[in-house]
């Protein structure tokens, strides 16, 4: 055998043999030399172990990330160890396995673990000067993204966007969009005025033009345009972020002829269609771009497939409607719906039929809004005072389940009907009458001029969970006053607004925390401008319906984004819309407080 040959076949003998000698890897793991990565893996590792010093240790780094590709997870955490302990890495070296190590803890799923790492002495004010320093300032912006936390995401990614490569293929500017759009518009116009670079404040007045605009997507095509201009050194000037390249895309294969179809000769549905309306003028007098719209009355309708039919065939290619739950179960029997659709109510059966979405006032997503809403507070003991219906039977079971299963407990229901005492309801709600009923039992057996007794309430009670209308609820919260628990929270459903300007009525409702739907609460905000100027004014319920109408127009658009794209969420008059993956809208809606007789703005910090 040849000097040369015999010379490399020793070599890779004793490499194999280092190798196997280490501590061996899980069987699930166990390294066989049959792939290129894999000899290569061998490799790096029996040259390390014959080298030394800082070259050793660049060797072994590099098998790790190697490892890492290939899957070896508890192989990789082997060999990181080994250089743990090593003082004479270089700073890159130490910076490169701690990324290793960061990327070792999410492959264990340990992302907690892993921020850690990549926040510590060594990290925390790492800069560009590596490869490692870059792919550890993206790696931690991930993670802060992952874990809701977009602004020290954003942080991190502005000081390396600049930096990347514009040919480079890369997620960064879809990571810092994403963190972006995790911020609300008034904390946007915070870190505007804030902002320390050129680079930061860019991005964040990119944001607030394209929240400022979600109505219309010509009109955040335009301000997108005219941002770009006056941004043009800018990196996403250059590179926007995927989200917003595809507008245009989108904006081209919009709807043109969209089928309206509404129980106009009902109140619900002329709410819905003046909401529709308003919005569609609006558009027309902002851009001049509106689709055709045909409206067809579905008031005396039981079955829908004919007016359906009847739509497709007169060339819409949008139907938004209908609005019975009892029609919107009829559209989602059939496998494939031949056009877009937007119901505008939630069917029973949770099969997803094609080109079927669904957006409504669902209450469930109310109850669910407060269900996390008094978790975050840290109650766990709940009380239900709503009506005896069968309707809302099923909406505290609803809210029961929910509770439950997030770990709380009910501790009390009481259900009352329109011509209860609720002097006695709450007397019940809050075990008063079991109070009077022992101190009673006590007065026969002990002279009663020896004996002074003062009602007491329950004690077990976090806060309450109340389902009522704005006449109930002022004079449900006053006998809760009364009877000792004016310092328990009460959370209740848009119902108990009117959304009426009553400041001397709603004293009675004051500490009273809802939830409703922005079109509501902030009537003079931009959302509500047509309404203001167009319409007359009307109740609470009827505004919901119209604020419903206004987002079905703002939809029509987006439905084709949501279909591509489940991570969107636009701002609408309902609530923060965005889509599941059952092609049902749901609504994230805002929180409020009576204070004063005013509904004000409420977060959780706000009363401690």
């Not at 059939?334 to 997803?352: C, G, S």
């Not at 809208?585 to 409020?592: Q, T």
């Amino acid at each position: 055998m040849p000097i040369k040959i015999l010379t490399k076949f020793i070599i890779y003998f004793a490499i194999s043999f280092l190798i196997s000698c280490s501590s061996g890897p899980r069987p699930s793991e166990e390294i066989q030399s049959q792939d290129p990565l894999i000899d290569l893996i061998n490799e790096l590792l029996g040259q390390a172990n014959l080298d030394s010093g800082n070259s050793a240790a660049k060797l072994r780094l590099e098998a790790i990330s190697k490892l890492l590709d290939a899957g070896f997870i508890t192989r990789a955490e082997e060999e990181a160890k080994k250089l743990q302990s090593n003082e004479s890495l270089s700073t890159e070296s130490k910076l490169h396995l701690t990324l290793l190590n960061a990327k070792i803890a999410i492959a264990r799923n340990q992302k907690d673990t892993a921020l850690k790492i990549l926040t510590d002495s060594l990290t925390i004010s790492v800069n560009i000067r590596s490869q490692s320093s870059i792919e550890i300032l993206l790696l931690r912006g991930q993670l802060y993204l992952s874990q809701s936390q977009p602004e020290l995401a954003i942080e991190s990614f502005v000081q390396i966007i600049e930096s990347w490569p514009s040919d480079t293929e890369t997620t960064l500017y879809e990571d810092i969009w994403s963190a972006l759009m995790l911020i609300d518009k008034k904390r946007l116009d915070v870190i505007a005025q804030s902002a320390a670079s050129y680079e930061l404040r860019g991005w964040v007045e990119l944001a607030r033009i394209v929240k400022t605009e979600e109505g219309s997507i010509r009109t955040q095509l335009n301000s997108i345009n005219q941002w770009r201009r006056i941004w043009a050194q800018h990196s996403a000037a250059v590179r926007l972020p995927r989200p917003l390249n595809t507008l245009q895309e989108i904006w081209e294969n919009r709807p043109k002829h969209i089928a309206l179809m509404l129980p106009i000769q009902q109140s619900t549905g002329n709410a819905i269609q003046e909401g529709f309306l308003s919005e569609y003028y609006q558009e027309l007098t902002n851009s001049g771009d509106v689709p055709t719209v045909s409206l067809y009355d579905t008031t005396e309708i039981n079955q829908i497939y004919e007016l359906y039919n009847e739509a497709v065939v007169n060339g819409a290619d949008l139907i938004i409607g209908p609005l019975s739950k009892i029609l919107v179960n009829q559209l989602q029997e059939l496998d494939k719906l031949p056009v877009l659709t937007l119901a505008l109510n939630y069917a029973d059966n949770e099969a997803a039929s094609e080109n079927l979405f669904q957006f409504g006032l669902a209450p469930e997503d109310e109850i669910s809004k407060i269900i996390n809403l008094a978790w975050q507070e840290g109650h766990k003991n709940a009380a239900i005072l709503m009506p005896d219906t069968l309707d809302y039977r099923d909406l505290e079971e609803f809210f029961r389940d929910s509770w439950l299963s997030k770990g709380g407990e009910v501790v009390s229901t009481v259900n009352f009907t329109g011509t209860s005492d609720f002097s006695e309801i709450v007397r019940r709600l809050m075990a008063i009458d079991f109070s009077e009923s022992r101190a009673e039992k006590l007065l026969n057996l002990i002279p009663r001029r020896i004996m002074e007794f003062t009602p007491r309430r329950r004690k077990d009670i976090d806060f309450i969970f109340l389902v009522a209308n704005p006449r109930q609820g002022r004079q449900i919260k006053p006998n809760l006053a009364f009877y000792f628990a004016n310092n328990i929270p009460v959370y209740s459903m848009p119902s108990i607004y009117d959304g009426q300007d009553n400041q001397i009525g709603n004293r009675d409702l004051n500490g009273i925390i809802f939830i409703d739907a922005p079109g509501i609460l902030n009537p003079t905000s931009r959302l509500n401008e047509s309404i203001i100027e167009n319409l007359r004014q009307t109740q609470g319920s009827l505004k919901r319906l119209r604020a419903m109408g206004i987002d079905s127009f703002r939809l029509y658009t987006r439905l084709k984004q949501f279909y591509n794209d489940t991570s969107i969420s636009i701002q609408g008059a309902t609530g923060t819309l965005t889509v599941l993956t059952d092609r049902k809208i749901y609504r994230d809606l805002e929180v409020a407080q009576f204070v004063d007789g005013i509904a004000t703005p409420y977060s959780p910090l706000s009363s401690k």
